[in-house]
């Protein structure tokens, strides 16, 4: 069985502080990547994808990627209280499909 | 442009009856995915179909089946409703069908079993 782990939180951060949400995964032929926010009571919203090792930014967030270490991590910049939500980390197993193996989420607290 | 639609939002049904939940893609979007998601837990991967052939499924039992329509608009179907099928059950739509295509979530049909 294929997994992903986060850390459950909740994680609290000031406003405008750096956030940093992480994410192991087990399978190391994995190439594809995912972060998602969901509020609570909402669906899934996809913020960023990362396919190649290093770092990918987009505005606030930056996307980390080390397949050696079979990590992906979150940053999130200048924290807002709208940014309060759970992060989900997902992983495609692979295999011609597109299936996305998801972590249990982080609950993420921005405090004014 | 319209995102992913999912039909019927809300629904209540009793053990053992049936239950068939809609899902319309973004327009252009060939792929669709079925997610289960139980409260305080990541979504479980229930199928993929792409150009109406199902490209994956997930470690569900037989009672849960699928199928996408030539518009590209899916259903997913369960028989023999058990109280552990209650949850949030998603639809994705993506370009396309590959593994490293991006996911978008519609809002979810919110199913309880009494």
């Known amino acids: 069985q294929k997994e992903v782990e986060q850390n459950s939180g909740p994680l609290s951060v000031p406003e405008g502080a750096i956030a940093s949400l992480n994410c192991t995964y087990s399978d190391r032929g994995s190439q594809s990547f995912f972060w998602y926010r969901q509020y609570s009571g909402k669906s899934p919203e996809l913020i960023m994808s990362?396919?190649?090792?290093g770092d990918k930014e987009d505005g606030r967030f930056t996307a980390q990627l080390n397949k050696a270490s079979q990590y992906v991590s979150l940053l999130i910049r200048d924290s807002q209280p709208s940014d309060s939500a759970t992060y989900l980390c997902?992983?495609?197993?692979?295999?011609?499909?597109?299936?996305?193996?998801f972590g249990q989420g982080t609950r993420l607290t921005i405090n004014p | 442009d319209a995102g992913v639609t999912q039909s019927p939002t809300h629904l209540i049904k009793t053990r053992g009856q049936q239950v068939t939940l809609r899902c319309s893609p973004i327009s252009g979007h060939k792929s669709v995915s079925w997610y289960q998601q139980v409260l305080g837990q990541g979504p479980q991967f229930i199928f993929q179909y792409y150009e109406k052939e199902e490209r994956g499924r997930g470690n569900f039992p037989d009672r849960f089946s699928a199928r996408q329509f030539p518009n590209y608009s899916s259903e997913l179907n369960v028989n023999a409703l058990l109280l552990g099928d209650s949850a949030l059950y998603l639809c994705?739509?993506?370009?396309?069908?590959?593994?490293?295509?991006?996911?978008?979530f519609g809002e979810g049909s919110r199913l309880t079993v009494l």
């Open positions: 990362i396919y190649s090792n």
């Open positions: 997902a992983v495609n197993e692979g295999g011609g499909a597109q299936k996305l193996v």
């Open positions: 994705a739509s993506s370009l396309f069908g590959g593994e490293g295509g991006e996911l978008f």
